[in-house]
């Protein structure tokens, strides 16, 4: 995977080639909003970290996020450094997103969220 920021010469190399920033916000009960946390968000980030690692994917860090500001659209996760934001909803979701997106490098168009999109798909 390659970073689409320019290098300086004498840059060390990177620790991970790829973080994923899952939200796990959690908004109280009742909020118009929702929130990742209470759409399942904590629990696909933990399955997302348990898989990365039974696959071997040792230079991708799952990290958990505060409010990535999408949380009506569902769970949100944000891949780095290609910026591709996904929405997922169960665990076949997050496999498919490490399969796809971090092992053979194409994208999970079904899961992908637009810049501008405000409501979640049908």
Known sequence: MT?????????????YNCHVFACTNERPDGHPRGSCKGRGGER??????ARAKELGLSDTRINSAGCLDRCELGPTLVVYPEGIWYTAHNNADIDEILLVHLIEGGRVERLMLAVDQTEPRP
């Open 3 to 15: 970073s689409s920021r320019p290098e300086a010469a004498g840059d060390p190399p990177p620790f």
């Open 44 to 49: 696909l980030r933990n399955y997302m970290k």
